[in-house]
Nanobody, 120 residues
């Protein structure tokens, strides 16, 4: 059983920064892609950025140049450094991981979410 635990959300003023962390715990698994998604009030959950085991990164245009996703594969942890935050970045941010177990079955797991509020 793999679990994801997120941390780092909070209230920040426009133009400020936050760093989100997501750590995977458990045993007998290999994580492939890790990603951050977000869900703003009244909207659907959308992908923000992802990073593969080999380090290939994708990100939505609205966060390019402001957000940076990184990963510590040894620690099964993914980070999202968010700079120059805007009010429209306000959302619950969810960590997601795609992994395989010892039987090579593929699974997907989500974290509980962490709230990011950008407001003056």
């Amino acid at each position: 059983q793999v679990q994801l635990v997120e941390s780092g959300g909070g209230l920040v003023q426009p133009g400020g920064s936050l760093r989100l962390s997501c750590a995977a715990s458990g045993s007998g698994f290999v994580i492939n892609t890790m990603a951050w998604h977000r869900q703003a009030p009244g909207k659907e959950r959308d992908l923000v950025a992802s990073i593969t085991r080999r380090g290939t990164i994708t990100a939505i245009d609205s966060v390019k140049g402001r957000f940076t996703i990184s990963r510590d594969s040894a620690q099964n942890t993914v980070y999202l450094q968010m700079n120059s935050l805007k009010p429209e970045d306000t959302a619950v941010y969810y960590c997601n991981a795609d992994f395989v177990d010892t039987s090579y079955r593929r699974h997907e797991v989500w974290g509980q979410g962490t709230l990011v509020t950008v407001s003056s």
